[in-house]
């Protein structure tokens, strides 16, 4: 349930800790589609500075022709997706694989749906991440794609979730962590998928 006392000692909790409004970054994310997929299903609960960022450079360096949705695609299907994961990804997990597979395939459904994955992030809303689709993507993988897809929107990840509930005093559900960050940055008139990086990188500092 959302409260507006919780929406305003959020709002004034950020505004505390960040300082000042942090600027919206042109450069979130990858610059490939192939990266961003990658990023999105990599870091689902996997420390990203030590285990995701060195796979994916290593990656984009030794295939830098890897770029689209459709190149993703076609290697995986070449390689199939546990075999890809050990040999490019140095990560041997068939449930990690299943997962890859599973949000590629969705992904190619939803570009023909809305002519580009960027359109597909923007249309989509918190509340069609149960409706995508992909056991073990869940609410926190599918609004980090939309974010690295350009989307102003906040992901429900560990450090997100600590800090809603540091702030308010309670447990919240994950859509209302989401709810909760993405109504404090209106109120504030501040980027909230910047704000969630603030507050990501201040948490996993201190982890």
Request: glycine share 8%; net charge positive; with cysteine.
């Amino acid at each position: 349930m959302i409260r507006t006392h919780d929406v305003r000692l959020l709002a004034d909790a950020i505004k505390r800790d960040l300082r000042r409004k942090p600027p919206i970054r042109e450069d979130y994310g990858w610059p490939s589609e192939a990266l961003r997929i990658l990023d999105a299903v990599m870091s689902l609960n996997r420390r990203y500075d030590r285990f995701v960022l060195p796979r994916l450079r290593e990656f984009s360096e030794q295939h830098p022709e890897i770029r689209s949705l459709d190149d993703l695609n076609k290697l995986l299907r070449l390689a199939g997706p546990r075999s890809f994961l050990r040999t490019h990804m140095r990560y041997d997990d068939p449930g990690r694989a299943r997962v890859l597979a599973g949000v590629v395939r969705r992904l190619l459904k939803e570009r023909a749906k809305h002519g580009s994955l960027p359109r597909w992030a923007e249309l989509a809303s918190p509340a069609d991440s149960a409706a995508f689709g992909v056991r073990g993507f869940g609410l926190a993988g599918f609004q980090y794609l939309r974010m690295l897809f350009g989307v102003q929107t906040v992901k429900p990840d560990t450090y997100i979730k600590k800090y809603v509930l540091d702030v308010v005093g309670r447990k919240v559900s994950d859509m209302d962590c989401v709810l909760l960050i993405e109504l404090a940055g209106l109120v504030l008139g501040w980027p909230v998928r910047e704000i969630d990086g603030r507050i990501w990188t201040k948490g996993a500092r201190r982890a």
